[in-house]
């Protein structure tokens, strides 16, 4: 399996990266010491995430970063993305491991303990548990659980695990203090005036943790 590092987990919007491209927004932010990277376009229809995967694959190519595909598995495949992150409502894990093969990584967002107890770990490489605060960047997410239900959900998952819903660098300490193996961004670093930066911050704060 591609080895993989969710402690910067940058989740791509395009509608904040309009000022930077997605494209210029990922290399910034590896720059900037980002160690994963979410494809998230809910408009671009599968022709659209491929044009869009091949050029971020390109960019990204030779950074040791990899890249994972939001739910849409055949745009994943097309790609050659490093793997592919599903919601409760999308592809069963077990139909994307069985198409996507061993080596690909495949994560699964968690926002109960009902669906958290039912995770199969032979399959889910890690979690995504959230939405930790509402957050506009994704208006259908599920009640927020704070960092309590973090924790919670972090224990019972039992799998590496990302935080993820309105988090900003001041949310670094509290995220990993609940034992969270990563903090996944958006706002924070897509359409910031100065991408790389703004994801150095965030990284000097996880560093200052080590």
């Known amino acids: 399996m591609t080895s993989f590092d969710l402690s910067l987990y940058l989740v791509l919007d395009p509608e904040l990266c309009r000022t930077h491209s997605m494209v210029e927004t990922t290399q910034a932010a590896i720059a900037g010491g980002a160690t994963i990277v979410q494809l998230r376009d809910k408009r671009a229809g599968t022709e659209g995430l491929i044009r869009i995967g091949r050029e971020l694959m390109d960019a990204m190519r030779g950074t040791g970063v990899p890249l994972i595909v939001n739910d849409d598995i055949d745009a994943a495949i097309a790609i050659g993305a490093d793997g592919l992150h599903v919601g409760q409502d999308d592809l069963p894990t077990k139909t994307a491991r069985d198409r996507l093969g061993p080596d690909k990584i495949i994560g699964l967002s968690i926002e109960d303990e009902t669906v958290a107890r039912k995770v199969d770990r032979s399959i889910v490489d890690y979690v995504g548990i959230g939405p930790v605060f509402a957050t506009p960047t994704k208006p259908d997410h599920k009640p927020a659980i704070g960092f309590d239900g973090l924790a919670s959900l972090v224990r019972i998952a039992g799998l590496p695990s ?49």
Do not use: W
């Open 162 to 210: 990302v935080a993820i819903g309105g988090l900003k660098r001041d949310h670094v300490d509290p995220v990993f203090e609940a034992g969270a193996n990563g903090i996944a961004v958006v706002s924070a670093i897509c359409g910031q005036p100065d991408p790389e930066g703004a994801t150095r911050k965030i990284s000097d704060a996880i560093k200052a943790r080590k």
